[in-house]
């Protein structure tokens, strides 16, 4: 006999990690076919200096896993070893960590590439070796995540000297690198003003939706997620008042959309529910909020009023401000 709980489990980890076909999932591949065929001008001696493709959203939009599973569909883009077997990586993406400076990422890149470099060695030659390893690997496409935690403090010479490290990458003698820069809205100060970043790049939004202007795919999200953990959908969550409380909820991102709808699934099937109900994202918000019952945008009376990013206000501390002194009266 199978255990239920390990039944369980299994779907769960499943569905987790299961790509939900979105739009801009779809949008975002031909955004990279496009990328890839003026790659391929470029290394046969045409192409323009666009070289670069930036895909700016907020947190919880779905880029990063839209990104990762879209240049993993790629066959041209995995490692392969050529007629002298030598190793080619087509293609490398590095996740740009808080701390990270231009150093590091030379480093990272370089180490990632099956080299060795020291943090005793000097930047620039660490960069020069960097664009060296590059050519000399065949990479092509050079995928950098969260790109923004390179820009240290937001002074407009902070932004101006990532933009001219940024175009660092794409001056290697006779070879076309094309970099993808992905990251939260901060980096779109990357694009704004000095047009020398905008006129090298192509720009692709991943946008938050809305309601009700985006209910329909909403919905459709729903039902997808809960068609395969094998669940109905409660009609109640098909209504324009539910969808408008579900975007709110998750501030329109479709990857934090997609995650709220598993949670409450995985608490339908948890209790042996055949269908998925409000109160089963009353109980994920209030989990992962952390909200007052009565500020739970789920099921609150005035939940267009709520913010969720201030579910915790109750508990900051208040400000206490010192009490003035008062002035002695002049005899």
Sequence with gaps: ?????????????????????T???????VRIEEFWE????CLAGGG??????????????GKSTAIKHVLNSFEEFKPYRNEHNEPVIPMLSIEVEYS????????????????DAAYTSNETVLYEEMKNQLRASGTIFLHLDEAQHL?????????????DRFKSFLVIEDWPLHLILSGVEDM??????????????NVTRFDTLSAPGDNKLVRDLLSDVAANCGLKVDKPLTTDDFLGRLVKATGGGI????????????????????AVTAKDFEFVYSRTSGSLPSENIITAKAWVDLDRSNALIDLVPKTVEPKRSRKKASK
Excluded: W, Y
């Design 1 to 21: 006999m199978i255990d239920k709980s390990e039944e369980l489990r299994a779907l769960r980890v499943r569905e987790s990690s299961r790509i939900v076909s």
């Design 23 to 29: 739009p801009l999932t779809k949008h975002l591949r």
């Design 38 to 41: 003026h790659a391929k001008d």
């Design 48 to 61: 323009s200096r666009r070289r670069t493709l930036a895909i700016i959203g907020e947190s919880g939009t």
């Design 100 to 115: 990270f400076t231009p150093k590091d990422l030379a480093i990272r890149i370089i180490r990632k590439l099956g080299a």
């Design 151 to 163: 820009k240290k403090g937001g002074s407009s010479r902070a932004v101006m000297g990532l933009k």
């Design 188 to 201: 779109s100060e990357l694009f704004t003003g000095d047009q020398q970043m905008p006129n090298r790049s």
């Design 255 to 274: 990857g934090t959309m997609i995650e709220m709808a598993r949670a409450a699934c995985f608490k339908a099937l948890s209790k042996g529910h055949a």
